[in-house]
């Protein structure tokens, strides 16, 4: 198994863990908190839509932070020629060399 692969594995395991710890003590407190049915179910959907702005946050920063690890980022720009031509896919590669300095490749694949 890569290392990758590893990694990945890991990140939805702790994802599985920290959903479960999430919904387990929200409904710990939302029982502390009433017995009303109807609060209880509001008190749920308010759960959930908190765990998945929550959840969209934490796969946002990964995700950049990942990116700043690797070194570069990249932009794709879809450029149509005319309705004939073909549709050239322009990705554009920014490798930081250091804050100070980074330089820019284009790269155009055929579609």
Not at 7 to 33: F, K, N, P, Q, T
Not at 50 to 79: E, M, T
Not at 83 to 93: E, F, N, W
Request: proline fraction near 2%; aromatic fraction near 8%.
């Amino acid at each position: 198994m890569s290392v990758s692969v590893r990694d990945a594995l890991r990140m939805a395991a702790l994802y599985v863990v920290l959903s479960i710890l999430w919904l387990a003590l929200a409904e710990v407190m939302l029982h502390g908190m009433t017995d009303d049915p109807l609060a209880l179910t509001v008190g749920r959907q308010i759960n959930v839509v908190l765990w998945v702005l929550f959840s969209a946050v934490l796969i946002y920063v990964s995700r950049v932070r990942l990116l700043n690890f690797i070194g570069f980022d990249s932009v794709c720009r879809v450029r149509r020629s005319g309705p004939r031509k073909a549709t050239i896919i322009s990705l554009t590669i920014r490798c930081k060399k250091s804050s100070a300095d980074s330089s820019q490749r284009e790269y155009a694949l055929a579609a």
